[in-house]
């Protein structure tokens, strides 16, 4: 059984960077790709970023320039950084495992409980 | 590119709720769906545009015409109240905005 955990500070401070880690068990993260979505107490989801062992990671356009996303294979886990936050990044954030195909369309077919992230000072 | 559902639905127990989801592109990228209840992780109920993960109920499908993607519920259950959230891949992935769904 497939199992994602987010897991990182609930209080960050604006400006500062948002560190997050998903530790994967039941599955070799070299495998998959994976995905880091967010959500805005009330609102809707939104796509942060993709990354996997195989293609370059890349990212919603709207957050490219402050998101950074790393692999741990030896630990099977991966990571975000969202720097210079503001408290419009204050979410619950999920990690997901991405499954499908370029050719036939990708999806989110497991996530994690989620991470609630709050940007205060 | 914008992924466009109706902000809410509602339906009667045991008749068929549908969900529409509208892109300008969505006609040549494939669909999924996913349920949402308050406080819970989103869950996939369809993915490229027709499939039944495992452990999805039959009464869930979905298809495609055009450039609208619609979520059926056959049979609506007061278990499926919940927030239904269409997604599909371009360059980057987008989510459609969510559609509550209400049993009355």
């Known amino acids: 059984q497939v199992q994602l955990q987010e897991s990182g500070p609930g209080l960050v401070k604006p400006s500062e960077t948002l560190s997050l880690i998903c530790t994967v068990s039941g599955a070799s993260i070299s495998r998959y790709y994976w995905s880091w979505i967010r959500q805005p107490a009330g609102k809707g989801l939104e796509w942060i970023g993709r990354i996997s062992t195989s293609v370059r990671p890349n990212s919603n356009p709207s957050l490219k320039s402050r998101v950074t996303m790393s692999l741990d294979t030896p630990k099977n886990r991966f990571s975000l950084n969202l720097s210079s936050v503001t408290a419009a990044d204050t979410a619950v954030y999920y990690c997901?495992?991405?499954?499908?195909?370029?050719?036939?369309?990708?999806?989110?077919?497991?996530w994690g409980r989620g991470t609630l992230v709050t940007v205060s000072s | 590119y914008e992924l466009t559902q109706p902000p809410s639905v509602s339906v009667s127990p045991g008749q068929t709720a549908s969900i529409t989801c509208s892109g300008d592109?969505?006609?040549?990228?494939?669909a999924s769906w996913y349920q949402q209840k308050p406080g819970q992780s989103p869950v996939l109920v369809i993915f490229q545009d027709t499939k039944r993960p495992s452990g999805i109920p039959e009464r869930f499908s979905a298809s495609k015409s055009g450039n609208t993607a619609t979520l059926t519920i056959s049979g609506t259950q007061a278990m499926d109240e919940a927030d239904y959230y269409c997604q599909a891949w371009d360059s980057s992935t987008l989510f459609g905005g969510g559609t509550k769904l209400t049993v009355l």
């Open positions: 592109k969505l006609g040549e990228r494939s």
């Open positions: 997901a495992r991405v499954g499908g195909s370029t050719n036939f369309g990708w999806y989110f077919d497991i």
